[in-house]
């Protein structure tokens, strides 16, 4: 029985899909709950595992295609002793049978004077078509040198010449062929060296104002896509000053913790801060969960921290920790990704004093923190006006200021 595999929704907000790449090819046998394919949604890329076990017969969707939420993408049989028997088996394509043609006789035609063309005679070996007549036009052995590592396997006719033409290139300069994704023959032939180093391809650049280029990595798309959403929402914002001379007196754990915890608390009593605008409709949830942004390098997590009026002060940073090591690691869930409502982004432990952050899609707020000086960090808030208004907005912050500045209760967080 045929399955048919379709695009999932992954988090609570996604629309649609994009098709990163398939784990299994088709032919292959699948287990239930074996990765098949990984998606990219609105906030991650994540492997999508089988929902039913049986052979994948057919690809609906290709790499790099997006797709509707709901949308097929693939075919998976389900009987699976009968479909057993055919993996690796080729499929025999039977072809319309032509009616005869009417046999002509062959007439040869001799031009004296014109020979006919040299045929270039392709090396063996695993490469694409116009990679196979090249290496054949520059005398390479294609399979001896793919046996030996030297060219890899497939081949395209961008490895055919960074092979041939390295031998006119330093080291140094063969990397900075690379940064730049270079064509090394094209620069061989306007260099005009037999040897061309690091400072003749420097200059070369320069001279020619020649880019990196670079593709968003997954991660980096998915935020650029959200950020893009971002700009409509209709947000304004508020900038207020608190006192956290209790918080720095603590030392056992750190002061996003703290915040995220306070917030937390402090959400309970403001069910607009818990609310995100959506289809038409407002959401309500019963729980504070504050997404937290984390830098990995040049690229940006937003993992949520669930419940936090219901832990520890200590849970909430084991939570923090665990995520920034699954961010470090790309092992993010769909679970640590979805649910939150309102956000945080602690640029303050890297010294800086202010700055508005970009509200993401689907919260009703972010707060940027700052840094503390002489006790006193500025934090920014930025709000959704569909869910919160200006009266609301500063109720909650002022909550947040007396929260801080109440010694009782931040001796109670443990």
Do not use: C
């Not at 690809?59 to 479909?83: F, H, S, Y």
């Not at 290496?135 to 960074?162: M, R, V, W």
């Not at 200590?314 to 995520?323: A, I, S, T």
């Not at 993010?332 to 993401?360: C, H, R, W, Y």
């Amino acid at each position: 029985m045929e399955y048919k595999v379709v695009m999932p929704q992954l988090t609570d907000t996604m629309e649609e899909g994009k098709i990163v790449r398939w784990l299994k090819k088709e032919g292959d046998y699948v287990k239930k709950d074996e990765p098949l394919v990984e998606i990219e949604s609105d906030k991650a890329v994540m492997e999508v595992p089988s929902m039913r076990e049986g052979v994948l017969v057919k690809i609906l969707a290709e790499e790099g295609e997006e797709l509707p939420v709901g949308q097929p993408i693939a075919v998976i049989e389900t009987e699976v002793e009968k479909a057993k028997e055919e993996v690796g088996k080729p499929v025999e394509v039977k072809k319309e049978e032509k009616p005869p043609e009417k046999r002509k006789e062959k007439v040869e035609i001799k031009v004296e004077g014109i020979k006919p063309p040299e045929k270039i005679k392709l090396p063996e070996g695993s490469a694409s078509p116009s990679a196979r007549k090249l290496a054949g036009e520059l005398g390479l052995n294609l399979k001896e040198l793919q046996g030996k590592g030297e060219i890899p396997t497939p081949a395209h006719e961008k490895d055919i010449k960074e092979y041939f033409y390295k031998k006119f290139f330093t080291k140094s300069a063969l990397d900075i062929l690379k940064e730049y994704n270079l064509d090394p023959e094209d620069v061989y032939k306007e260099i005009g060296k037999k040897k061309i180093d690091k400072t003749d391809l420097e200059r070369y650049i320069k001279t020619k104002n020649i880019p990196i280029t670079q593709k968003p990595s997954d991660i980096q798309s998915v935020l650029i896509k959200n950020l893009s959403k971002s700009t409509q929402i209709p947000v304004y914002y508020i900038t207020h000053q608190f006192d956290i001379s209790l918080i720095l007196k603590q030392e056992k754990y750190t002061i996003t913790a703290y915040i995220i915890k306070i917030f937390g608390d402090v959400m309970q009593d403001h069910p607009k801060i818990r609310t995100v605008y959506r289809n038409g409709m407002f959401y309500t949830y019963p729980s504070s969960n504050i997404s937290v942004a984390i830098s990995v390098g040049e690229e940006l997590f937003n993992p949520t921290i669930k419940n936090v009026e219901t832990k520890s002060l200590k849970q909430v940073y084991e939570d923090l920790q665990n995520l920034r090591e699954k961010s470090k690691e790309k092992k993010l869930t769909v679970e640590d990704i979805q649910g939150a409502t309102f956000s945080i982004s602690n640029l303050g432990m890297f010294g800086i004093k202010q700055f508005f952050p970009v509200i993401p899609p689907f919260h009703s707020g972010i707060a940027g923190i700052g840094v503390a000086v002489d006790g006193i960090i500025s934090v920014s808030f930025t709000f959704d006006h569909r869910v919160v208004n200006g009266v609301q907005a500063a109720q909650f912050v002022i909550e947040l200021e007396k929260r801080m500045k109440d010694q009782k209760y931040i001796k109670s967080l443990k």
